[in-house]
């Protein structure tokens, strides 16, 4: 296990196509739950180490439910990050975020359909860990101060509700998410990745960039829309990125690890493999 603590971004490909970054590795991480998305690219930009894992994979090949989140959030765990910054394209149910707006959400609801693997215990471990505030406020706080710094639109809080996909939502299911349920954006792929950081006792907070005011709005997008506006986000989100990584240079700041708190089967009575499970998590 890496003894120290480091910045890592989770997110497509062209986040980490930063001037002036060093690409020192490429990490091919086993895990106990199989093989992370892609190799972790371990990276340097002015001597701070941080990591990048894109999400859907090198060559986006993987759905929203193909993705292999917890061999992802473990990976990470493994080369010693323990502060997560999500960069996610989703959809507005908010006409104050139009496309463009990047949010950062500080609820979910996950709206999925059980196909996705959302917990690193069972097989013998038990542990309930709270997600009732899933998001790190101090990351949070400091994505907020650098996106107020360069001036980016950008809205603090709201809720996120993860949807199944690949399918975009019909447009009743739409107005439900936004009418009923009171959510601000909709995306693919935070849920279970926000709630396994919780169990893996890493902060993590969550950049969403709007590309789209999904489908509730009489405006109907499409595929080629919404990749324009994601190209000139990622260029935006970069930016973010870099103003951010100066300040890992050492961890910022401490937070309490709940999944500390949530293990009830003793260590001592698992077996070796599960033990070790145990180890990275709770490190």
């Known amino acids: 296990m890496n003894a120290k603590r480091y910045f890592g971004v989770i997110g497509g ?19 106990p739950f199989g093989k992370p998305s892609a190799p972790i690219l371990e990276a340097e930009l002015s001597g701070i180490k941080c990591f990048f894992l894109p999400r859907h994979g090198k060559n986006h090949e993987f759905l ?32 104050d975020c139009p496309p463009g707006t990047f949010v950062l959400p500080d609820q979910f609801i996950d709206w999925t359909k059980g196909q996705r693997s959302r917990s690193f215990f069972g097989k013998g471990i038990i542990a309930h860990v709270s997600t009732a505030y899933p998001i790190d406020i101090n990351l949070q706080k ?49 849920v279970p990745e926000s709630y396994l950081a919780k169990e893996a006792g890493i902060a993590y907070a969550t950049m969403a960039m709007v590309t789209d005011f999904d489908c509730w709005k009489d405006e109907h997008c499409n595929i080629g829309d919404i990749l324009g506006v994601m190209k000139n986000n990622t260029k935006i989100a970069q930016k973010v990125i870099l103003d951010l990584l100066p300040n890992f240079r050492e961890p910022p700041f401490s937070f309490t690890k709940e999944n500390r708190i949530g293990l009830m089967t003793p260590k001592d009575s698992l077996p070796k493999e599960q033990q070790s499970i145990l180890e990275t998590l709770m490190s």
């Open 64 to 95: 929203p439910h193909e993705v292999n989140y917890r061999a992802n959030i473990f990976a990470m765990k493994l080369l010693g990050v323990e502060f997560i910054l999500s960069v996610s394209a989703v959809g507005s149910l908010s006409e």
């Open 142 to 190: 400091m994505i907020f101060d650098s996106c107020q710094k360069l001036k980016i639109s950008c809205e603090k809080g709201g809720t996120y509700i993860c949807i199944e996909g690949p399918q975009f939502s019909s447009r009743a299911e739409s107005i439900f998410y936004k009418e009923q349920l009171g959510a601000k954006v909709i995306g693919m792929t935070n």
């Open 13 to 31: 490909s062209g986040v980490y196509q930063l001037p002036n970054l060093k690409i020192i590795k490429e990490h091919v991480v086993e895990t």
